[in-house]
């Protein structure tokens, strides 16, 4: 009698082993909601990007992505970033001098160019889109062709 007792807790035992360690549960929700694989080419990007974003762009956007309230927009959870891929390269580029509605607050503070060519904006970008909670997928440099970088004014001479 006592053999069978300890059979039964060893079968219970693995049996609630196996359940709470993912055997035969399952997934979340979260889980089951499909994610958007990054091409390879992209995911070389990023480390460029995060360098980028890190010299460059946390001064302003700071290391959380939150911004300063009213003077720098967030690019956590950006209405205005995800809405338009192709434009925060642009931006990034050539920088912007537009109001902008970020998460319902305006922001008109200028941004300056960030980056000289296609590929930096876009690692950068693509940087930001996977990061500070943002699931915002990717673009390419396919998708950023029509973009025209244009030409940096030079400072004028000090006198």
Known sequence: MKR???????????????TSCGGGTQPAAEEKTATVAIPADIQAMMPKGEQIYKSKCV?????????????????ASSDYLLSDKVRAVAQTLNGSKIEMIVNGKKYTQEMTPQVETK?????????????????????????????????RTAAPPVR
Request: proline content about 5%.
């Open 4 to 18: 069978i007792d300890i059979l039964l807790v060893a079968v219970f035992t693995t049996g609630m082993m196996l």
């Open 119 to 151: 590929e930096d904006a876009v690692g950068v970008i693509n940087y930001v889109l996977n990061n500070f909670g943002n699931k915002g997928g990717y673009v390419t440099l396919d998708d950023v062709k029509i973009v025209e970088i244009k030409p």
């Open 59 to 75: 001064v302003c956007h700071q290391t959380t992505g939150m911004g300063i309230e009213n003077i720098f927009p967030p690019l």
